[in-house]
């Protein structure tokens, strides 16, 4: 067999990279790095598959209901994106209704901070920092190169769905928001804060900011594993590894050092900050609750609220609803189909997927997907029983405890879609507050406020008197930022939870 001569292996040469520029359309010069990225998705597609991911993810968040708060959070986040290296997307800011402490960002734009870690915040600058981060995310395309990073030699396969819009979307939208959610790994969540910083530096405030938001989440990950460990729990933190920084991280100090000579220099704007948070739930929500119940009544929706346990959902119209020792049933009224939602016991690091397959004895689980609602993780998909019907199955970490569905079609009626009324039910569930027949009324919000302290205040004092329990004095000083220790100076203005 003859050899190809040298002009031959350079006609087949450039095929392949014709062929292969063709697959990697993606191919550009990343806005934030300046380098060229080999990822396969336009910028065009990014935004519109980060809009769908978007959606999606409304119908399971709670949005938080303050106009002020959520108008203040979008302003800010404007001005820094404004300020960075993507500035013909459209940037989308959202405030979630829930105590967890966390930040992330979906492709093209949308970007999400819980209300929780805004409590901890102490200046504008400093929320410009969490949300600087997050839009750093987005400028540098960390989605998209680590999706490309994963597939590998697999690239072509994967992407081809997600090009065409096939059901690949679906499967590479749930990877994407679990790694927004989870963070993208030390490397990219340096760059993040790195680009952050410069990003909040052109948009005039203090780059240091981004190492004090560091020293925010390592005091808060600091108590919270001391917390957990006294409950025999496990512990999370936001982004994992962005939260893991020490405050001395000579990588993190070097970037932010490189947004200029002078990186103290800018705005903290201590004053808009405090006006805006002023009146912010702290913890729980109860107030959502009794909304949802007064929504529920001017709706006379099918609802079922459990008290003592401390939760509630929708159940489809006009199915019958039993409350059994072990499980709670709903069930269509000729008995087609039911809903069951059962409990058990969860391990800590558990995988929820693999939980799913164990719990329902299940080898292939179709339309698997993650669940993240009301500030609860777990895992979704649909099996076959013994006689090929199938059945969708969920489950929901709630404080270590797994909350099971199973959903059953027993008789299939023509024109009902009754995986749709199944999801519609577990996406509704959420928690309430917890209620005993003791109880005279239901538990209500407490909010952030601002004092002035005095040649008398101490941090224990104040939580003593405020009644904020065991650890009280702890979140006192967390959300003022004097953990572990040190007390407010007389004549400054500091935060308490009422």
């Known amino acids: 067999m003859r050899k190809p001569n040298q002009k031959q292996l350079l006609k087949k040469l450039s095929l392949s990279a014709i062929a292969c520029f063709s697959l990697l359309q993606g191919c ?41 708060l959520n108008a203040y959070i979008n302003e800010v986040g404007q001005k820094v994106a404004a300020a960075g290296d993507r500035t013909k997307i459209e940037y989308h800011f959202t405030v979630v209704d829930s105590p967890d402490i966390n930040a992330f960002a979906l492709p093209g734009g949308y970007i999400f901070i819980n209300r929780g870690l805004i409590a901890y915040l102490q200046n504008e600058a400093q929320l410009a920092a969490v949300l600087g981060h997050e839009i750093a995310h987005v400028t540098a395309r960390h989605a998209v190169r680590q999706e490309a990073a994963r597939a590998g030699r697999n690239v072509g396969a994967v992407f081809a769905g997600v090009l065409t819009g096939s059901s690949t979307v679906a499967s590479a939208a749930a990877q994407w928001s679990d790694a927004a959610i989870a963070g993208y790994g030390r490397n990219m969540e340096l760059e993040a804060d790195g680009f952050g910083a410069e990003y909040i530096r052109n948009a005039g405030y203090s780059a240091e900011a981004m190492i004090d938001v560091i020293g925010v989440l390592k005091d808060h990950e600091r108590f919270t594993k001391q917390q957990a460990k006294d409950a025999g729990k496990q512990t999370t933190s936001y982004h994992g590894v962005f939260a893991s920084h020490p405050r001395n991280d000579k990588r993190l100090q070097e970037a932010v050092k490189a947004t200029g000579d002078n990186q103290k220099s800018g705005e903290l704007y201590v004053e808009r900050f405090e006006e805006a948070t002023d009146g912010l739930i702290w913890g729980e929500n109860f107030d959502r609750a009794e909304q949802a119940a007064s929504k529920e009544e001017a709706n006379k929706e099918n609802r079922y609220t459990h008290s003592r346990l401390g939760f509630t959902m929708l159940f489809p119209e006009s199915w019958e609803i039993n409350n059994e020792k072990t499980e709670i049933i709903g069930e269509a009224t000729d008995k087609s189909a039911s809903l069951t939602l059962g409990l058990s016991r969860l391990k800590p690091d558990t995988n929820y997927e693999e939980f799913l397959r164990s719990e329902f004895n299940v080898t292939l689980l179709k339309q698997s997907e993650p669940l993240n609602q009301f500030g609860m993780l777990g895992h979704t998909g649909i099996k076959s029983d013994k006689s090929g019907a199938e059945q969708r199955i969920a489950v929901l970490n709630r404080g270590g405890v797994a909350y099971v569905f199973e959903g059953k079609v027993n008789s299939a009626k023509e024109g009902i879609n009754y995986d749709q009324l199944f999801m519609s039910s577990i996406r509704s569930f959420q928690p309430v507050a917890r209620t005993s027949p003791n109880t005279a009324k239901l538990k209500h919000s407490k909010t952030i406020k601002y004092v002035v302290a005095n040649e008398n205040t101490t941090f224990a004092r104040l939580a003593n008197q405020l009644k904020l329990g065991k650890y009280g004095e702890e979140y006192l000083r967390l959300i003022n930022s004097y953990y572990p220790r040190g007390e407010p100076i007389p004549g400054e203005k500091i935060k308490i939870i009422q």
């Open 28 to 68: 550009a010069i990343n806005p934030a790095t300046g380098r060229v990225d080999t990822v396969t998705m336009s910028s065009a597609r990014e935004v519109s598959l980060g809009k769908e991911l978007y959606e999606e993810m409304l119908k399971t968040l709670p949005v938080y209901q303050d106009e002020k």
